[in-house]
């Protein structure tokens, strides 16, 4: 490779990402490893996308995606102000595309990275908060919910003292007489 070559020279999977040689933005995007398996590859989402993408995740986090989280989701994009200008017919398309990223290998994490690229910084907290909801509403956090808490914390810098806020404030809103 010593010669410099033009964009019309370059192969589309000229895109070198995560191990994988990645053909960017086609109508049917495609990866391509280096043992020809292939999978799917979406566009950026929005900010709202990748905030949905979080409140599945968390809730297919157990294999076990109660009616109380999926309510909690539909209420989530119909209440919280960051969803405002969010259309709510595009929730279900959202949540599939997130199913399909979460089936292929290293799925949380491109998961996160989208998350990272699609959300700004000032909001991490909020999605943070956005996710720890989905956790909480069934009025139990299994471990494996806590363990993508804490990989999503990570992901987003979010500090132990402002995690350990949001996680108390949505157990708070949560709990009942009985």
Known sequence: M????????????????????CAPRLA?????NKTQHREFVLAKPSAHE????????????DRDMTDAELAHIGEAVRGWPIFLDFDETALVGAARDCQKLLQDEGGLDRIFGMVLDSVPLHLHD?????????AVVDREMRIEERRVLERLR????IDADTARAIELSAKARHRTLT
């Open 2 to 21: 010593g010669k410099s070559e033009t964009a019309a020279e370059r192969s589309p999977f000229d895109t070198f990402a995560h191990g994988r040689y």
């Open 28 to 32: 049917v995007p495609l990866c391509v």
């Open 50 to 61: 990748a905030l949905i993408y979080l409140m599945v995740v968390v809730s297919a986090a």
């Open 126 to 134: 909020t999605a943070y908060a956005i996710a720890v909801e989905v």
């Open 154 to 157: 990570s992901y987003l810098a």
